[in-house]
């Protein structure tokens, strides 16, 4: 697999998302595989999981065995992808070509739980005896504890190479910062133990730009604009994970026509519409006349606010999303026609 | 559009807003405030974690903590008016634990462990509990004839209403009790499972946050009563009849079957559900007679508004479709469709109509 390195493309320099105007923007289309974990995350509503699941379908597509990992445990992205409902058990959704490939899976807290102490050498008694005094009270007892057993047992993933890259559709934001926190936060209460090499290697891999990425998703609208140029600035600075290129979900095309009256449209391109034709139309380009500004404006400002190369995908005429839809998706999110500078 | 729900906010003195992450729910909460306020109620609406352009909207600016309620100029009629708080957890933890230890040196003691500080911080179900801490604030203070709570976001259970149940159950876990207990004692009562607990955090973590969480949870020993009796009390208020539960929802496939699974929730857990509000649903634009003809256009002006209209169109019938089921499952209780207005909803102007769309005023 090519890889070029995104995250030196973007930041150039150690100075991070502040000193962007100094290094040339040069994404690549393979941006995908550059490294071999990628961490979709956005505020809940935005469309993340169906990013997450897109991304994975164009990596597969690209040759690569994937692994989606859904922290929150949403099974729909099984069927999403042409599989089962997902589960703890790591299977394949979906074959793609010769060698690509789309697995998934599901990491609940309880199982990475039971997972960390098997490989610390824990007896299975005391495991037992553990588990019954329940995760729950001990991740009482120790904060964000959950969060950094899915993180360390990811970690554990990548570093066994159970795939060619594994794709992360983190919880929703705010819920996404305390779980890419966890381990930071870990580190600052915990001074010493296998909990704090846990938090250390976890805390490593984030900030390795050739282990793992963070892939930010948006929609073109105030609230979750403004949120995650937060998250962004947030997750750079505070754990140095590098940033692939921002995804603008479910924009609308920009249509010239809808800036014009229907009455000038209409006389333009040499047709005579019945008045109640023309009256819907009129009502439908205001509508879309306006929130076509709207969506301008907020691109306007996510390219002088975040200097972060930007996808732009598609807005499906659909309130249900099925595995059409995604192959859609997966083909604007594959092409590089799609990256604005 | 909706008569009922005019009626819910004039007749509730507690309203419970619950639904799914992204669908404006705080938006939804404020235009509530909005609407009750206009019809000559003092309101207060407590959000949890408002965007930011809304909070200003509100009056409420987030770095300077605004856990009181604050009068939002301007909004009101008849004698009512609206007042808006965000809930500050860490702040609200500090308060009750202030109030409940009895004396300052062991508040303070509580106050500066660390454990206690990760976990007024950073815990998630800190945060709902403090929230329900803080509406039991508010409801004894009595100075507002309704309260209007924004729930956290959640998917298939509203968190917020296990708050205090769990919070007690953890007071009652073996595991609580043992480590609150006189350290011989501890040696006779505890059980294996107990035993393990601390040996593993130890191994895990490392003896001094042992010492730190049991230092912690003797200083909580004394105030469990307390916290029991507030937890109880509360249940109470959340299922009296002057308390309405509001699912809001968008009209995403998603959206309407995690709503679908709260609207059960709030059922099944003996509250009552009052409302449901859609909100962001596209407008279904009328339909065109020469469609036909206007499908094949060149491209062009005139083109680019038929193939608006028609994708709009597509978009806004998937929609209904998916809010048929919801608005079946809701029958009998208030549903009110807000529309995704032109703009993005962020000043006090755009809630206002959206106050008048829920209202039907």
Not at chain 1, 61 to 69: F, K, N, S, T, Y
Not at chain 1, 321 to 339: C, N
Request: charged share 25%; hydrophobic share 45%; proline share 5%.
């Amino acid at each position: 697999m090519t890889t070029v390195p995104v995250a030196a493309v973007q930041r150039g320099t150690s100075s991070g998302l502040k000193g962007h105007h100094r290094y040339p923007h040069c994404v690549e289309p393979n941006w995908v595989t550059d490294a071999r974990v990628v961490i979709v995350a956005g505020k809940g509503g935005v469309g993340s999981s169906t990013v997450a699941a897109a991304l994975s379908l164009v990596a597969a597509r690209d040759g690569a065995d994937v692994l989606l990992i859904s922290v929150d445990g949403r099974p729909g992205l099984g069927p999403l992808l042409g599989g089962d409902p997902l589960d703890r058990n790591d299977k394949t959704l979906q074959t793609v070509g010769v060698d690509g490939r789309v697995r998934g899976r599901t990491i609940p807290p309880q199982q990475a739980f039971a997972d960390y102490l098997a490989m610390k050498g824990i007896s299975s008694v005391l495991r037992k005896a553990a588990t019954a005094a329940s995760l729950d009270s001990i991740a009482a007892a120790t904060p964000g504890l959950e969060h950094l057993l899915v993180l360390g047992k990811i970690k554990e993933l990548e570093r066994e190479r159970v795939a060619d890259l594994i794709v992360v559709d983190a919880p929703p934001a705010g819920h996404a910062a305390a779980f890419l926190r966890s381990a930071s936060a870990l580190q600052e209460v915990v001074a010493s133990g296998p909990v704090r090499t846990q938090a250390d290697e976890v805390a490593e891999m984030l900030a390795d730009r050739a282990r793992c990425q963070g892939l930010l998703v948006t929609l073109a609208e105030e609230t979750p604009v403004n949120e995650v140029i937060e998250l962004a600035y947030d997750v750079e600075e505070r754990l140095g994970l590098a940033l692939a290129p921002l995804v603008v979900n479910a924009c609308w095309p920009r249509r010239k026509g809808l800036t014009v009256s229907t009455t000038a449209a209409a006389k333009a391109q040499g047709v005579k519409l019945s008045p109640a034709d023309r009256a819907a139309l009129e009502s439908v380009a205001e509508y879309g006349r306006a929130r076509q500004e709207n969506q301008q404006r907020q691109l306007a400002r996510l390219a002088e606010l975040l200097p972060l190369p930007r996808i732009i995908l598609p807005r499906m005429p659909t309130a249900r999303f099925g595995p059409d839809e995604l192959e859609l998706l997966a083909d604007a999110l594959a092409s590089s026609s799609a990256v604005v500078r | 559009m909706s008569v009922e729900l005019a009626e819910v906010i004039s007749r509730a003195e507690l309203v419970v807003t619950c639904g799914p992450g992204g669908v404006g729910k705080t938006t939804t909460a404020a235009a509530l405030g909005i609407a009750a306020a206009l019809s000559g109620r003092r309101v207060v609406v407590m959000t949890v974690d408002p965007a930011r352009r809304l909070a200003d909207a509100l009056g409420l600016d987030i770095q300077a903590h605004a856990n009181d309620p604050h009068q939002v100029e301007g909004v009101g009629a008849d004698g009512g008016s609206l007042w808006a708080l965000m809930l500050d957890a860490e702040a609200t933890f500090d308060r009750l634990i202030t109030e409940r230890a009895g004396d300052p040196d062991k508040a303070d003691k509580i106050l500066t462990n660390r454990v206690y500080r990760s976990i007024a911080g950073s815990l998630a179900g800190a945060q709902d509990y403090m929230a329900i801490e803080r509406l039991h604030q508010l409801n004894a203070a009595g100075q507002f004839d309704l309260i209007i709570i924004d729930t956290p976001p959640s998917r298939d259970a509203i968190d917020l209403l296990v708050a205090p149940d769990r919070l007690v159950r953890f007071l009652g876990h073996p595991i609580y009790r043992a480590l609150t207990m006189p350290q011989r004692s501890f040696a006779r009562v505890a059980n294996a499972g107990t035993t393990a607990f601390l040996w593993i955090v130890r191994r895990l973590a490392g003896p001094r946050l042992v010492e730190e969480t049991i230092e912690f949870f003797k200083s909580l020993s004394g105030m469990e009563e307390g916290l029991r009796r507030r937890a109880a009390e509360v249940a109470v208020l959340l299922r009296a009849k002057s308390t309405s539960f509001l699912i809001v929802s968008s009209p995403r496939a998603e959206a309407v079957a995690e709503s679908t699974h709260l609207a059960s929730a709030v059922v099944d857990g003996g509250f009552r559900l009052d409302g449901v509000v859609i909100n962001l649903v596209h407008p279904l634009p009328r339909a065109l007679d020469a469609l036909d003809d206007l499908d094949g256009l060149e491209p062009g002006p005139l083109a680019d508004q038929v193939a608006y209209h028609r994708e709009l169109s597509q978009l806004a019938r998937s929609e209904r479709d998916e809010m048929e089921g919801l608005i079946r499952l809701a029958s009998g209780v208030a549903v009110a469709e807000l529309p995704l207005l032109e703009i993005d909803v962020h000043d006090v102007a755009s809630l206002t109509k959206l106050a008048a769309l829920l209202t039907g005023g």
